[in-house]
């Protein structure tokens, strides 16, 4: 089964940066399609961003110019890098990864990001 370690949570004032990590413990890391969701209280979680096995990347209108999703298949992590927060980016967010072959989708733990004055 796949697992992770997320990191890089916390809480920021308005107009601040994060950075979150997230290391995954699967075999064929370079060929899984790899996103960040956010879950707002009471809500599901809702799609933020993508990098697809190719590199490829796509952003939710909400945090496009302001995050950015890395891949690093030497290490086997995914990171999500924001800026310019706001404080309706409070949330918690995941990682979670798809095996581009099987579908197969699994889901990290989550991790508390709170922007606030």
């Known amino acids: 089964q796949v697992q992770f370690v997320e990191s890089g949570g916390g809480l920021v004032q308005p107009g601040g940066s994060l950075r979150l990590s997230c290391t995954v413990s699967?075999?064929?890391?370079?060929?899984?399609?790899l996103a960040w969701y956010r879950q707002f209280p009471g809500d599901q979680p809702d799609w933020v961003a993508d990098?697809?096995?190719?590199?490829?990347?796509n952003y939710a209108l909400s945090v496009k110019g302001r995050f950015a999703i890395y891949r690093d298949n030497s290490k086997n992590t995914m990171t999500l890098q924001m800026n310019r927060l706001k404080p309706e980016d409070t949330a918690v967010y995941y990682c979670?990864?798809?095996?581009?072959?099987?579908?197969?989708?699994?889901w990290g733990q989550g991790i508390q990001v709170t922007v606030s004055s």
């Open positions: 979670r990864v798809q095996d581009n072959l099987t579908r197969n989708v699994s």
């Open positions: 699967v075999d064929g890391f370079p060929f899984y399609n």
């Open positions: 990098i697809t096995s190719e590199g490829k990347r």
